[in-house]
């Protein structure tokens, strides 16, 4: 991240609703060690804002004038060393958000969200979490991953038995703690088994993972993953 480890957390807000920024940005303000440094109306701002304050996350509205935020969103994640982007939706089966979790965006929230959800998120995110809902997350990727049937990729043979464990239980967008919990092991322990698991798939993050694992058929729309 861009220095929140040493000063407040840096954020970025772009919706092209005046009074959406204004609500956002008096919720992440109102919380210690956080500052909105930057707002955008659209999304050619909001790449333009971004590149020029360097915030460690953008709050991304999908749909702007001028440029949607999807496409601002690959322009800042296709640079060196991007912020993590999440994706604002008034709607939670918009087929937007699965492009921008293949696009590598930290997933996605409500707009609906209640304030101390949005801090969270934030912090999550930051932390080198993805943002996702399960009962939200889960649904839209099946949705459109599911049509098609997949043909398992040659990297899964590269998992082992405990690392596609894993792997489906990312694909329930469960944290690290809820992992160990149902391994009986500690979070240590699962962060290294998250992290061979996208070191050998070469994905970036959660998120990514989640899209993978729908889109290899490692989970089937509909059916357990745990």
């Known amino acids: 991240m861009n220095g929140s480890s040493e000063s407040s957390i840096r954020v970025v807000i772009a919706d092209d609703q005046a009074m959406v920024r204004a609500g956002l940005k008096l919720v992440v303000e109102s919380e210690a060690g956080m500052e909105v440094v930057g707002e955008a109306a659209d999304g050619l701002e909001a790449v333009s804002?971004?590149?020029?304050?360097?915030?460690?996350?953008?709050?991304?509205?999908?749909?702007?004038?001028?440029?949607?935020?999807?496409?601002?969103?690959?322009?800042?994640?296709?640079?060196?060393?991007?912020?993590?982007?999440?994706?604002?939706?008034?709607?939670?089966?918009?087929?937007?958000?699965?492009?921008?979790?293949?696009a590598g965006t930290s997933g996605f929230l409500l707009k609906v969200s209640p304030p101390e959800q949005l801090v969270e998120a934030i912090r999550v995110v930051v932390g080198g979490d993805a943002l996702l809902d399960p009962a939200v997350t889960t649904r839209v990727i099946a949705s459109f991953a599911g049509r098609h049937d997949p043909a398992p990729p040659p990297q899964l043979a590269e998992l082992t038995p405990r690392e596609l464990e894993v792997l489906r239980f990312l694909a329930r967008g469960m944290t690290n703690a809820e992992i160990a919990g149902e391994l009986f092991v500690g979070e240590a322990t699962v962060k290294t088994h998250v992290a061979r698991v996208l070191m050998k798939l070469h994905l970036r993050d959660r998120a990514q993972a989640v899209v993978f694992a729908y889109e290899s058929g490692v989970v089937r729309p509909g059916a357990s993953v745990g």
């Open 49 to 102: 804002v971004a590149r020029r304050t360097r915030p460690d996350i953008v709050l991304m509205d999908i749909s702007m004038p001028r440029m949607d935020g999807l496409t601002a969103a690959r322009q800042l994640l296709g640079q060196p060393a991007p912020p993590k982007v999440v994706m604002l939706t008034t709607f939670d089966t918009d087929e937007n958000l699965y492009a921008a979790l293949r």
